[in-house]
């Protein structure tokens, strides 16, 4: 299986200011739940995965960079997990 391609920060940037309908130089570093559930969500769309984060890992996130950090890995564990059926080991699905 191959190694998907993940966006890198200046992406996510870009996913994000879609969300708000904002140039990306609008972004705040700072993000807040809803905007965490919809980059998940976009992960989970754009490369087809459902992500299961854990609480500590949802928490975790307070900026733009950890959420490079956590998503890129959550989406690098989904690929590595055996086909449909298939549980994660990570945490709770956040939708």
Same mark, same amino acid.
């Not at 920060?9 to 708000?20: D, I, N, Q, S, T």
């Given at each position: 299986m191959s190694t998907p391609v993940l966006p890198d920060?200046?992406?996510? /940037?870009?996913?994000?200011?879609?969300?708000?309908q904002r140039p990306a130089d609008r972004v705040p570093e700072t993000l807040g739940s809803l905007e965490l559930t919809w980059l998940t969500a976009e992960f989970e769309q754009r490369y087809a995965? /459902?992500?299961e984060l854990s609480d500590e890992q949802f928490e975790a996130v307070r900026? /733009?960079?950890d959420a490079v950090t956590v998503l890129r890995e959550a989406?690098?564990?989904?690929?590595l997990t055996p086909g449909p059926g298939?549980?994660?080991t990570s945490g709770v699905t956040r939708s």
């Open positions: 920060r200046a992406e996510v /940037v870009e996913m994000l200011a879609a969300f708000g995965v /459902v992500l900026t /733009v960079d989406v690098l564990a989904a690929a298939a549980t994660g």
